[in-house]
Nanobody, 122 residues
Framework: QVQLVESGGGLVQAGGSLRLSCVTS????????RGWFRQAPGKEREFVAAISWTGSTTVYADSVKGRFTISRDNAKNTVYLQMNSLEPEDTAVYYC???????????????WGQGTQVTVSS
């Protein structure tokens, strides 16, 4: 079993930056990929970014490409999502998840964190 805990969310003005963190505990020796998803009020959960175990492969949603960067530090069991040039449309609860490979489909992810709220004011 893998436990994921997100942190780093908050309130920021449009154009600002935040860095989310996702710490893994439990079966950390399993080489899982990690993904970030988000869900805004009244909307379905959507893919944001994903990264392979080694970090050699990263995948981004078109809506965040060029603004967000996913990275990981396996020595710290932590995955990061650096979010720059934030827009009000980025407001959502952000979730970290684990999968065997860095895919876009939420159905490929079998462990999820509780989420962290990101609010971008205009």
């Amino acid at each position: 079993q893998v436990q994921l805990v997100e942190s780093g969310g908050g309130l920021v003005q449009a154009g600002g930056s935040l860095r989310l963190s996702c710490v893994t505990s439990g079966r950390t020796r399993i080489n899982f990929a990690r993904g970030w998803f988000r869900q805004a009020p009244g909307k379905e959960r959507e893919f944001v970014a994903a990264i392979s175990w080694t970090g050699s492969t990263t995948v981004y949603a078109d809506s965040v490409k060029g603004r967000f960067t996913i990275s990981r530090d396996n020595a710290k069991n932590t995955v990061y999502l650096q979010m720059n040039s934030l827009e009000p449309e980025d407001t959502a609860v952000y979730y970290c998840a684990a999968s065997l490979s860095p895919t876009r489909s939420q159905y490929d992810y079998n462990s999820w964190g509780q989420g962290t709220q990101v609010t971008v004011s205009s």
